[in-house]
């Protein structure tokens, strides 16, 4: 897979996960509300933040590993090796 469609593919299942992010977190608000003010279910709201924080999870490691990617492709353009590449990237994220 060229370096341009991996990371069309990891900005787009990031911005996915993203918008199931916050879908689920107003959800998870109504579920709230609806628990705390007309005696809803407890279990809808738990259910709403879980998948809310789950998909949070996700949305940002599909965005670490586009910023990997394009970080490491652009150390090797500008002459790194890919040993080096992921080294420096290493570095980077272990901060």
């Known amino acids: 897979m ?14 996915l996960f993203s918008w199931g ?7 998870g608000v109504y579920c709230l509300v609806t628990a705390i003010g007309f005696k809803g279910s ?3 709201v738990f259910i709403a933040f879980g998948i809310s924080g789950i998909s949070k999870w996700f949305a940002r490691g599909f965005g670490k590993s586009q910023k990997r990617v394009a970080f490491e492709t ?17 570095r980077l994220l272990d901060r």
């Open 2 to 15: 060229k370096t341009s469609t991996k990371l069309r593919v990891l900005k787009a299942v990031s911005g």
């Open 21 to 27: 992010w916050i879908i689920a977190a107003l959800i």
């Open 42 to 44: 407890w279990v809808n």
């Open 74 to 90: 652009e150390m090797i353009f500008r002459g790194m090796t890919p040993e080096h590449a992921a080294d420096a990237v290493a």
